[in-house]
């Protein structure tokens, strides 16, 4: 199959010639990113055009994502941002999809903040939804304990809030 065929090939190829930019992380790791890839991130996007970046070698500042995190964004990224409805290749990113989502409540967790960030709403939508299908069909206890969050209301107060909501029961 040649590149023409082949778009996440050709997608490659393309990206090995484009111009790359340096983006400082949180943890002041340097990482080289191509220019399409930082493209999917409206706030980057804004940032080397309003800081006037382009011809720079002056690294891009992401304050609030660490390197571990900003470089599962970019591989999100590269994966998906030659996609649309008219390709397959919304099917064969399902699987890649699973894969990469099929990590620890830390790190979807980071990687949704990332997403928000550095806004990027398809990475943004996509972990909210694992996030939501985790949660489908678990009690409050579950989710609670699923996710380590603390159950800081007395019985008479859960009791309350049960009593108000019990339309959503029924």
């Not at 040649?2 to 400082?24: F, G, H, I, L, M």
């Not at 939501?132 to 304990?145: D, F, L, V």
Request: hydrophobic letters at 35%.
């Amino acid at each position: 199959m040649d590149a023409e065929s082949n778009p996440t090939k050709a997608s490659a190829e393309k990206r090995n010639s484009e111009k790359t930019y340096r983006v400082q992380t949180k943890d002041n790791e340097i990482c080289e990113v191509p220019a399409s890839v930082l493209g999917m991130s409206k706030l980057i996007t804004t940032m080397l055009e309003d800081l006037n970046l382009q011809d720079d070698d002056t690294p891009i500042p992401i304050p609030n994502v660490n390197a571990n995190v900003f470089k599962k964004v970019v591989l999100w990224c590269e994966k998906h941002m030659y996609v649309d409805d008219e390709s397959n290749l919304p099917y064969i990113l399902e699987q890649w999809d699973d894969e990469f989502f099929n990590i620890d409540h830390p790190m979807l967790f980071e990687i949704i903040t990332a997403a928000n960030y550095l806004d990027i709403p398809t990475l943004l939508d996509d972990g909210c939804k694992r996030v939501a299908q985790k949660m489908r069909g678990k009690t409050p206890e579950e989710i609670r304990k699923m996710f380590n969050i603390v159950n800081d209301f007395t019985p008479e107060e859960e009791e309350e809030i049960r009593r108000e909501n019990a339309w959503c029961e029924e």
